[in-house]
């Protein structure tokens, strides 16, 4: 604190001194800073201590001067000493040979960052010299001051009065540029490029239609036509069509056009008008869920105007984008699909949106533009059916009617990437196929606190996820199942309809509606009551959000989602969230406009395995009571058949003609009746 | 007994005995109950704080105990509130538990999905889905707590 209070104070006793006195009788201080082609050079600042200043100021010697200054001279700055007659040339200068190690050793003398800006432009667009600095050797020179001061060579009373500022001058080639202390030199001549503009659009056959434009002013045309035209020929892309007009304005338009089918000829492209340096595409993925029903492309462009504008030139960017008739709208997106935002109308450019526009100079980064291109097929219609069967297994169909018919190539785009985002078995097959070596087991190690959810685990799959505990560093592996998928389609002459079937036990269901939908929907199913009571009580829990999964919806989209209840459901509570919801024939069924499905339901069954237990049960006590029944009635038959009969003394005469019975004999001797 | 025995009724009565114990044991295993959970809902429902706190893992019986004094008052009467019926007292206000399914987590732990149904009057007022995390120690389940 005490050393910046002292420097403080000297630079203002210096100044003061310098005012007072005209220009200082005693010391100065010029500057030269040399600089050739190559940004290579040195600084030299001269210190001129006259012989009278010297014994009315200093304290000591003159080696005791270069003692000091041989002590105290900072890195990367040198001295050396020229004594004449009547006065002392001390130089101390710095050596560079680019500007990066200029500034690092200014940096390091002057304790804070520095800015040095400088260029020698020799093309048709600019050429001269600029240099640009935010210090003194005042500044560079600090240290003296302190140095002469800390050794007893000059009093503090006495060391503002020392130095003063003398000249200042830039001297590259043969020319010597006087500027102020702080070094500002601008003595570039420009040719002004008063417009550059870049037009995207995504045509039919999947490619991209680039054209760049530069708009040159009248009178930079009139000063140096030629030149340009030879610099715009030279940078013409290979692939692009080039062509010079005159604009209403009386301007020259340069007009470059390309059609581009991928990031390579897009680089080819605008690196040959920009230079390879200053232009660069990525094309990163997306940081968010994306619909299978939505083509996407995004690609990033980064792009510096550093060989058209040097220094503090400046010129208007307007990166402009046309959505395609082909459906593919152009967004300007910051990596999320999330993120993006359509461009705005420019009544300058008619037909086309602008995603980014203002004024940009050659220094630095120049402009980043994210652009994504999406084609959408809006879904009208949701149907989702869920289903519980009597042993516990789920299956919920997602029938999505898409309003447009797409292309048979985007039908398959689309169903693969259905199938690839709900059946990780499919996927786990494909890369089985690309790499047999690769083991199908993956693992994955988490830290999971008790309470943290089990996942499910398909045996086939045998992912698995290791849950450490928090207490014990035992491993306990839980495999993850996920549901059955069935993937459909069918065609009608206005629209497209897609089935998605899944099935499977109540974990599977919520992995893979995870994987399909994304984190955050839920199902669940429970129910209570003693197991063998005919009625119990269940309660459903669903939801599901399709919005990330059908991307977009027409204007009359509509859901019905069905819940199949079975026969003998009773509602005791329903909350259908945005819908309305009905209870018919055993089917709950919720309709609304949202993509937001949220049913609760609460109600009572009718447990078909209850009614058939007691059905068997009733029919055995039935038939229990039967069968003691039909002993009992038996055993009362028997006994009444068991009691003793009187024995009856046959007729002595025939019944029939009355004649006398012979006993012995079985037939009537008069009329032949049989006894 | 040897005539019961010889009638075609009495295979009859054993086919059906035999079907009855099979759906019972099918409905036993369909519909699997814990216990604790069980526990948990009757003690709920009689106001019995002792069967309540015995729900849970020694550690969490004295929050248990705070728990069931909130869960009686504070809850019930809230909701009588809100629906404008006043006072608790004259009305019958009872849960049921519902039970879903039950993950295990690691060697004695285990989450399980519960569905808690409220009633006043009879009729169903509220749903709430939880998620109870389950203990095992010395063979017995126990709740860690009332889950969220």
Sequence with gaps: ?675 | MKGIVKQKKFIFFLFCVVFAVAAGVFCCIMNPRVKVVTQLEKSMNKGDVSAFVDCFSEEYQAEAEEMFALLDIAEMVDQLDVLGLGSANNFGVSVKMLQGEKIKTSETTSLMDVVMLEYINGVCESVDYIQMPILVEDGKEYLESMGE
Aim: charged share 20%; aromatic share 12%; hydrophobic share 40%.
């Design chain 1, 1 to 675: 604190m005490k050393n910046w209070m002292k420097r403080i104070w000297i630079a203002v006793a210096f100044v003061a001194v310098f005012l007072l006195t005209g220009c200082g009788n005693g010391s100065t201080v010029n500057t030269y800073l040399n600089i050739d082609e190559s940004l290579s050079g040195y600084r030299d600042m001269e210190l001129v201590i006259s012989e009278s200043t010297f014994d009315d100021y200093f304290n000591g010697s003159l080696d005791d001067l270069n003692n000091v200054i041989t002590n105290y001279i900072p890195e990367g700055m040198v001295w050396s000493v020229d004594t004449a007659i009547s006065a002392y040339t001390y130089h101390f200068a710095i050596y560079f040979s680019s500007v990066e190690e200029y500034t690092n050793t200014v940096n390091n003398i002057l304790g804070w960052e520095s800015t040095i800006n400088m260029t020698f432009p020799d093309s048709v667009w600019a050429s001269g010299i600029y240099v640009e600095e935010d210090f003194t050797s005042e500044d560079l020179l600090y240290w003296l001051s302190d140095a002469i001061v800390e050794e007893g060579l000059v009093s503090d009373s006495y060391a503002s009065q020392i130095f003063s500022i003398g000249d200042t001058n830039v001297v590259y080639t043969d020319m010597v540029i006087p500027t102020s202390s702080s070094i500002y030199v601008n003595e570039i001549e420009y040719v002004e490029i008063s417009e550059i503009n870049f037009y995207t659009e995504r045509n039919e056959l999947g490619a991209y239609d680039r054209t760049v434009e530069f708009v040159v002013s009248a009178d930079s045309m009139t000063s140096k036509g030629d030149a340009i035209r030879e610099y715009m020929d030279g940078v013409k892309p290979s692939n692009a069509e080039y062509e010079e007009e005159t604009n209403d304005a009386g301007n020259t338009v340069f007009t470059f056009h390309g059609t581009l089918t991928d990031a390579a000829e897009m680089t080819t492209f605008m690196a040959s008008l920009f230079g390879q340096e200053n232009y660069s595409v990525a094309e990163p993925e997306l940081g968010d869920a994306s619909s299978p029903f939505v083509f996407s492309e995004y690609f990033v462009e980064n792009m510096s105007f550093a060989n058209y504008l040097v220094g503090n030139m400046y010129t208007d960017m307007n990166y402009l984008v046309k959505n395609s008739e082909n459906g593919y709208q152009a967004f300007a997106c910051n990596g999320t699909i999330s993120s993006k935002y359509p461009g705005y109308e420019d009544t300058n450019f008619p037909g086309y949106s602008s995603l980014l526009s203002g004024s940009w100079t050659g220094e630095g980064a120049g402009p980043e533009v994210g652009i994504l291109f999406q084609k959408y097929y809006p879904v009208s219609a949701l149907e989702v059916s869920t289903s519980r069967s009597l042993f516990g297994k789920w299956s919920r169909e997602t029938k999505l009617t898409i309003a447009a018919v797409p292309t048979d190539e985007e039908k398959e785009i689309i169903l693969a990437k259905i199938s690839a985002m709900a059946d990780p078995l499919a996927e786990e097959a494909v890369a089985e196929e690309s790499d047999a070596a690769e083991s199908v087991t993956e693992r994955m190690s988490a830290e999971a606190s008790e309470e943290a959810p089990a996942t499910t685990m398909d045996p086939n799959l045998q992912e698995e996820l290791s849950i450490a505990d928090d207490t014990e560093e035992e491993e306990t592996f839980i495999e993850i199942e996920y549901a059955d998928v069935d993937i459909d389609s069918e065609s009608t002459d206005e629209s497209w309809i897609v089935t998605i079937g899944l099935s499977g036990s109540e974990s599977a269901m919520r992995a893979s509606t995870e994987l399909l939908l994304g984190a955050g929907n839920e199902m669940m199913y429970a129910a209570g009551g003693n197991p063998l009571a005919v009625v119990k009580n269940e309660s459903y829990l669903e939801l599901l959000d399709y919005g990330d999964f059908m991307g977009s919806v027409s204007n009359d989209y509509s859901y019905i989602y069905t819940l199949d209840l079975g026969l003998g459901a009773k509602q005791e509570y329903c909350d259908e969230g945005n819908g309305t919801a009905t209870l018919e024939g055993g089917k709950l069924v919720v309709e609304g406009n949202s993509y937001y499905i949220d049913v609760e339901y609460a109600g009572t069954y009718i447990d078909v395995f209850a009614v058939i237990f007691w059905v068997f049960v009733g029919l055995a006590v039935l038939l229990l009571l039967w069968m003691i029944l039909t002993v009992v009635i038996k055993k009362s038959k028997e006994k009444k058949a068991n009691a003793p009969v009187k024995a009856v003394a046959p007729s002595a005469f025939c019944t029939n003609c009355g004649a006398p019975r012979n006993t012995d004999s079985a037939f009537c001797t008069q009329c032949g009746t049989k006894f």
